[in-house]
């Protein structure tokens, strides 16, 4: 188990930038896929973004490609997703996910751990 802390997040206009981040305790980080969901209000949560054990790979919901980047940093037991350009339908209360198992995964049943959220806001 891996747990994970989320932070990052605020409120930003139309065309903003944001660097959201997610810290993870334990040694074994670099064994555990990572990804990145969000859930609006009124809405099911939803597969923003996953990396693999390396780094080397990702993976993004269409909406969001072109814009949005995650990365790693095994070092430092810390994932991050930059996200450009934002849009008001961006705004989404943002989560950090574990999966201990190789590969990317887009279902959010596929991850075994998770963070609190960070809450983004993006006004138009």
């Known amino acids: 188990q891996v747990q994970l802390v989320e932070s990052g997040g605020g409120l930003v206009q139309t065309g903003d930038s944001l660097r959201l981040s997610c810290a993870a305790s334990g040694r074994t980080f670099s064994r555990y896929v990572m990804g990145w969901f969000r859930q609006a209000p009124g809405k099911e949560r939803e597969f923003v973004a996953a990396i693999n054990l390396t780094g080397d790979s990702t993976d993004y919901t269409d909406s969001v490609k072109g814009r949005f980047t995650m990365s790693r940093d095994n070092a430092k037991n810390t994932v991050y997703l930059q996200m450009n350009n934002l849009k008001p339908e961006d705004t989404a209360i943002y989560y950090c996910?574990?999966?201990?198992?190789?590969?990317?995964?887009?279902?959010?049943?596929?991850?075994?751990?998770w963070g609190q959220g960070t809450q983004v806001t993006v006004s138009s």
């Open positions: 996910a574990a999966r201990i198992r190789y590969g990317l995964a887009y279902s959010e049943y596929m991850y075994e751990d």
